[in-house]
């Protein structure tokens, strides 16, 4: 149980290009979902946390603008990078949880490369 | 500031080998600490979590220890197989903000043949 489905697996485009990241709790409801980010060797990085139904709340230093999320039901969110540029080539990770007191599930993670 | 040190950075044995990972924090208050295992390009899977009066916790050939009071907590792997070589995270929650998570930097572990 508690499986997180993270999809694409692999993106790689052009400078300037937007693109969506779709994150979805597979068995379960997910109340909260979060957004990680991993360059390598390095620890995740909580970028965003977003309530089913809310404005997602951003970490200090990242862009609201630049990493749109939209958790429009409780078992999907999704990350859009919009105007892509090779700085954001990252490891993208998604997490969900059910509830307050419940451990978070991570999903399989995005490799999004931007040339 | 919440900090969760690894050590070692990376770690390279043979297989059938056992292994000592460990970790030191200083989120607090404290909630729970939990062991991740990372394979390569994929997503965290839970090993272990220890609240503040468990001391050792075990899954199949993994045993997590913990001290509370020193902040200290270890994952020993025993018998290793090719299978373990990945990263282990230490993750520390503490309360409050974002589920107050402090993530690791992980032990690369590679097993070799």
């Known amino acids: 149980g508690a499986v997180v489905s993270q999809h694409p697996s692999r993106v790689i485009c052009k400078s300037g290009t937007s693109v969506k990241i779709e994150c979805r709790s597979l068995?379960?409801?997910?109340?909260?979902m979060f957004w990680y980010r991993q360059f390598p060797k390095q620890s995740l990085m909580l970028m965003a946390t977003?309530?089913?139904?809310?404005?997602?709340?951003?970490e200090q230093g990242v862009e609201k603008d630049k990493f749109l999320i939209n958790h429009a039901s409780l078992t999907l969110s999704t990350l859009t990078v919009t105007s892509a540029h090779p700085e954001d080539s990252s490891f993208y990770i998604c997490?969900?949880?059910?509830?307050?007191?419940?451990?978070?599930?991570f999903g399989d993670g995005t490799r999004l490369s931007i040339l | 500031k919440n900090q969760v040190e690894q050590s070692p950075q990376s770690l390279i044995i043979l297989e059938g080998k056992n292994c000592t990972l460990q970790c030191n924090y200083t989120v607090s208050p404290f909630s729970n600490l939990r062991w991740y295992k990372q394979d390569t390009g994929r997503g965290p899977v839970s090993l272990t979590i220890m609240t503040f009066s468990e001391n050792t916790k075990s899954n199949g050939r993994y045993t997590a220890t913990l001290d509370a009071d020193t902040k200290q907590s270890s994952l020993h792997i025993t018998a290793s197989q090719l299978s373990d070589s990945a990263s282990y995270i230490c993750v520390v929650s503490g309360w409050g903000g974002a589920d107050g998570l402090t993530f690791g930097k992980g032990t690369h572990l590679i097993i070799q043949p």
């Open positions: 997490s969900a949880r059910s509830g307050g007191d419940q451990p978070q599930h």
């Open positions: 977003s309530n089913e139904g809310s404005k997602a709340t951003y």
């Open positions: 068995d379960f409801q997910a109340t909260t």
